[in-house]
């Protein structure tokens, strides 16, 4: 029979709960997210030339961080690329969270725009955001 002592039992087992409960970042990988769901517009228009954000939502559920976003804005449009952090379910208790991607930019000019974002599959698909005077600096698209 081995003699361990319970401290050292307890000091082993806590890592090892830390490592099958929680989202670790050796366990997790990040992939491209993409919205489920239509999505036709943004929830209201953003003022010109500010610090901007488009919360994307409809999501996949992911694990550990938020959501991240990259934002191509060109004369054509704004191009939306979210991620997201993606961990196997290792138990009832694994935390993982539906949270929107915050994509922000650099408003352009006013105008109306339309915004291309990933739908899964290697599909996209387009939604407008207004920029105007005395627009916000969010706005929401999807869920």
Do not use: D, H, K
């Not at 974002?117 to 920029?131: D, E, I, K, Y």
């Amino acid at each position: 029979m081995l003699n361990i002592p319970m401290t050292r039992v307890a000091s082993l087992a806590l890592p090892l709960l830390v490592m099958v409960v929680g989202c670790g970042n050796r366990s997790c990988s990040t992939e491209a997210g993409y919205v489920q769901g239509t999505v036709t517009s943004c929830s209201g228009s953003l003022a010109p030339g500010t610090q901007a954000t488009i919360l994307l939502g409809g999501l996949p559920c992911g694990c550990g961080e938020t959501p991240s976003c990259a934002v191509v804005v060109s004369q054509t449009g704004i191009q939306l690329t979210p991620s997201v952090e993606i961990c196997p379910v290792v138990g009832p208790s694994a935390p993982c969270a539906c949270l929107p991607a915050s994509c922000t930019f650099t408003t352009p000019g006013a105008g109306t725009y339309t915004v291309t974002f990933p739908t899964g599959a290697g599909t996209t698909s387009q939604a407008t955001v207004v920029v105007a005077s005395g627009g916000a600096i969010e706005c929401s698209l999807g869920q």
